[in-house]
């Protein structure tokens, strides 16, 4: 553990604890949806439905990331509830577990009003689902 010092004002130094929380590399994904999805595609004969679908959903997702991201750098809390619903809502018919769970966690931030926390769950959301997006075309490939 590192210990940091940071000013909390001009005079005054304190020490915190900083943990350096290991990166995720596999995204945990529930394999059902993508399954469903590539059955269903399969039962009509065309896989290029189901990607296409696929395709859209993360399309939605990564708008919906794009739209998150513009209403905190505005510092606009309220409005970021409605896009972390609806990526956690597709993340979840997509089986991307941690994708959802962090967008749930984005708006509990948000409701909060923000500050570190906010920062750092946001930054949880897009890692998150840069993985995931790699992880479904992987999945794609099977």
Same mark, same amino acid.
């Given at each position: 553990m590192?210990?940091?010092d940071? =000013?909390l004002?001009?005079?005054?130094?304190?020490? %915190?604890?900083?943990?350096a929380?290991?990166?995720?590399?596999?995204?945990?994904?529930?394999?059902?949806?993508?399954?469903?999805?590539?059955?269903? %595609?399969?039962?009509?004969v065309?896989?290029?439905k189901?990607?296409? !679908?696929?395709?859209?959903?993360l399309?939605?997702?990564? %708008?919906?990331?794009?739209?998150?991201?513009?209403?905190?750098?505005?510092?606009?809390?309220?409005a970021?509830?409605? =896009?972390?619903?609806?990526?956690?809502?597709?993340?979840?018919?997509?089986?991307?577990?941690?994708?959802?769970?962090?967008?749930?966690?984005?708006?509990?931030? %948000?409701a909060?009003?923000?500050g570190?926390?906010?920062?750092?769950?946001?930054?949880?959301?897009?890692?998150?689902?840069?993985?995931? !997006?790699?992880?479904?075309w992987?999945?794609?490939?099977?």
């Amino acid at each position: 553990m590192k210990h940091v010092d940071y =000013p909390l004002k001009s005079d005054q130094i304190e020490t %915190a604890d900083v943990i350096a929380l290991p990166g995720s590399r596999c995204a945990n994904i529930d394999p059902d949806p993508l399954i469903r999805l590539v059955a269903d %595609a399969a039962a009509d004969v065309d896989w290029f439905k189901a990607e296409d !679908v696929i395709c859209q959903m993360l399309e939605e997702v990564a %708008a919906q990331l794009d739209l998150l991201q513009q209403h905190l750098s505005r510092r606009d809390f309220a409005a970021m509830c409605r =896009p972390s619903r609806h990526i956690e809502m597709v993340a979840t018919r997509l089986g991307l577990i941690e994708v959802a769970a962090a967008a749930d966690h984005v708006g509990q931030c %948000a409701a909060q009003m923000g500050g570190p926390a906010l920062d750092a769950t946001m930054a949880r959301l897009e890692r998150g689902f840069d993985v995931a !997006v790699g992880e479904v075309w992987n999945f794609r490939g099977m």
